[in-house]
């Protein structure tokens, strides 16, 4: 006689994690919804009719996004609970609740998460016990880094509209907030490939780091410049194809960052088990003395505060020592990165989704230079460099296709690349005037 089941009504694993992920879908379309009527609730009458289609492809987007990326669903719940309480807390008369609910607690929050997120990696790449939990937890930092972040940015976008009647804008207007929304895009478009590629997650390191300069210069900019100030657009921003332009540019950047910390890890690796030559060496040192020294060099400068030879002597050593331990201990780090193979595909994968999105942000770009110009193409200086950018990646694609160029050549090149597009990025709204003159400090 067979004995009794004595669970019979239990659900099997398969079964109650189906139903946890249906309820968790139905609660993140419920949180969508709702988030979607408070904003068209509060700011509806102020919206003109591409703010009505942009917040709802927004949200088709996302609900598309979610299906297919789970993980998407509980960031979209998080930020929903951080953001709809703080929209509420703005909408009150008392200063204390308006201090306590304003943006800048979540990108001090951001950052700070984003920086034990980066500790958290590069201690599991050193730990000889124990690296799974670390990854672990700083995966589980970098998902609360960026559900801070995207608030930060959904709750500047909110504030905005407190400037007055028709002054509400996406919060992509100046250095402050394309620097936000870089740091918690990029950090997003890791997360998503460290879900698709379980060993992508030995890569935190290299890429959190990245993550984290552009998160200092967030929190520099902010303290010094007051870059956190929210003020109406300058009237070349006042614009739709703005909407569409600068996030495709952005997730352009996004992908060029983190192929160049691939391409990191793929010299890594190669490298390990034999010295790298004198030229090698070489070139390293001077590229870091070069990227340091470059704005002394160029001038222009001391109205910005980066005249004083210390700051720079300071940024030059905090570039190499790091560099120079990962260099001299690459054998215990390397054995813990992906294989050659992936981290080749990988590379490839990033500079080719990067490209796309960076072309389709150059076309809607000068789309909206005809519109705001009455041309097309100026030649201005950040517009020539967009297309250096284009044309060095271009290239990169073209010998990587065509050419079936593979090894140590491609990878630095994506690596040194990183400048070019930091450069461009940076680099020509801070010394160069132009027609995007707006994006100085």
Same mark, same amino acid.
């Given at each position: 006689?067979?004995?009794?089941?004595?669970?019979?009504?239990?659900?099997?694993?398969?079964?109650?994690?189906?139903?946890?992920?249906?309820?968790?879908?139905?609660?993140?379309?419920?949180?969508?919804?709702?988030?979607?009527?408070?904003?068209?609730?509060?700011?509806?009458?102020?919206?003109?009719?591409?703010?009505?289609?942009?917040?709802?492809?927004?949200?088709?987007?996302?609900?598309?996004?979610?299906?297919?990326?789970?993980?998407?669903?509980?960031?979209?719940?998080?930020?929903?609970?951080?953001?709809?309480?703080?929209?509420?807390?703005?909408?009150?008369?008392?200063?204390?609740?308006?201090?306590?609910?304003?943006?800048?607690?979540?990108?001090?929050?951001?950052?700070?998460?984003?920086?034990?997120?980066?500790?958290?990696?590069?201690?599991?790449?050193?730990?000889?016990?124990?690296?799974?939990?670390?990854?672990?937890?700083?995966?589980?930092?970098?998902?609360?880094?960026?559900?801070?972040?995207?608030?930060?940015?959904?709750?500047?976008?909110?504030?905005?509209?407190?400037?007055?009647?028709?002054?509400?804008?996406?919060?992509?207007?100046?250095?402050?907030?394309?620097?936000?929304?870089?740091?918690?895009?990029?950090?997003?478009?890791?997360?998503?490939?460290?879900?698709?590629?379980?060993?992508?997650?030995?890569?935190?390191?290299?890429?959190?780091?990245?993550?984290?300069?552009?998160?200092?210069?967030?929190?520099?900019?902010?303290?010094?410049?007051?870059?956190?100030?929210?003020?109406?657009?300058?009237?070349?921003?006042?614009?739709?194809?703005?909407?569409?332009?600068?996030?495709?540019?952005?997730?352009?950047?996004?992908?060029?960052?983190?192929?160049? &910390?691939? %391409?990191?890890?793929? =010299?890594?690796?190669?490298? @390990? +088990?034999?010295? !790298? /030559?004198? *030229?090698?060496?070489?070139? #390293?040192?001077?590229?870091?003395?070069?990227?340091?020294?470059?704005?002394?060099?160029?001038?222009?400068?001391?109205?910005?505060?980066?005249?004083?030879?210390?700051?720079?002597?300071?940024?030059?050593?905090?570039?190499?020592?790091? &560099?120079? %331990?990962?260099?001299? =201990?690459?054998?215990?780090? @390397? +054995?813990?990165? !992906? /294989?050659? *193979?992936?981290?080749?595909? #990988?590379?490839?994968?990033?500079?080719?989704?990067?490209?796309?999105?960076?072309?389709?942000?150059?076309?809607?770009?000068?789309?909206?230079?005809?519109?705001?110009?009455?041309?097309?193409?100026?030649?201005?200086?950040?517009?020539?460099?967009?297309?250096?950018?284009? =044309?060095?990646?271009?290239?990169?694609?073209?010998?990587?296709?065509?050419?079936?160029?593979?090894?140590?050549?491609?990878?630095?090149?994506?690596?040194?690349?990183?400048?070019?597009?930091?450069?461009?990025?940076?680099?020509?709204?801070?010394?160069?005037?132009?027609?995007?003159?707006?994006?100085?400090?």
């Amino acid at each position: 006689m067979t004995p009794a089941d004595p669970t019979p009504n239990r659900p099997s694993r398969p079964m109650a994690q189906a139903r946890w992920r249906s309820a968790l879908f139905a609660l993140f379309a419920l949180c969508l919804g709702a988030a979607c009527a408070a904003i068209w609730l509060q700011h509806g009458r102020q919206m003109a009719l591409a703010g009505h289609a942009l917040l709802l492809g927004l949200a088709v987007l996302v609900f598309a996004l979610g299906q297919h990326w789970r993980s998407l669903q509980a960031l979209a719940l998080a930020v929903a609970v951080l953001v709809l309480p703080a929209m509420a807390l703005l909408g009150s008369d008392d200063p204390l609740l308006h201090q306590l609910a304003g943006n800048q607690r979540y990108v001090a929050g951001m950052c700070l998460l984003l920086g034990l997120a980066t500790l958290l990696h590069w201690l599991a790449l050193w730990a000889r016990r124990g690296s799974a939990a670390l990854q672990r937890w700083g995966s589980r930092l970098a998902w609360g880094a960026c559900a801070l972040g995207m608030s930060a940015s959904l709750l500047r976008w909110h504030e905005s509209h407190g400037l007055g009647p028709g002054m509400g804008h996406l919060p992509i207007g100046n250095l402050y907030d394309v620097l936000l929304l870089f740091c918690w895009l990029t950090t997003a478009l890791y997360l998503y490939g460290e879900s698709r590629y379980g060993s992508l997650r030995q890569l935190g390191a290299l890429a959190l780091s990245l993550v984290c300069a552009a998160a200092g210069l967030l929190l520099w900019h902010g303290a010094t410049h007051q870059g956190h100030a929210i003020g109406p657009l300058v009237p070349a921003l006042q614009s739709h194809w703005m909407a569409l332009h600068v996030p495709a540019n952005f997730i352009g950047y996004g992908c060029f960052t983190l192929a160049a &910390a691939l %391409a990191f890890a793929w =010299l890594l690796k190669h490298h @390990a +088990q034999q010295r !790298p /030559s004198p *030229a090698a060496q070489a070139l #390293l040192w001077l590229l870091g003395i070069a990227l340091c020294l470059v704005p002394l060099l160029l001038g222009s400068m001391r109205s910005m505060g980066f005249d004083q030879p210390h700051f720079w002597l300071l940024c030059l050593g905090l570039a190499i020592v790091p &560099a120079s %331990a990962i260099m001299a =201990l690459r054998g215990p780090v @390397a +054995q813990r990165l !992906p /294989s050659l *193979a992936l981290l080749d595909t #990988l590379l490839y994968q990033s500079i080719a989704l990067g490209f796309a999105f960076f072309t389709l942000a150059t076309v809607l770009g000068a789309i909206w230079a005809d519109q705001a110009w009455g041309r097309y193409w100026s030649w201005d200086p950040k517009e020539t460099w967009a297309l250096i950018v284009w =044309l060095n990646y271009a290239s990169w694609l073209h010998s990587r296709m065509l050419k079936g160029w593979r090894g140590p050549w491609l990878a630095w090149w994506a690596l040194l690349s990183l400048a070019l597009t930091g450069f461009a990025f940076l680099g020509v709204n801070l010394l160069m005037g132009g027609l995007h003159s707006y994006g100085r400090l």
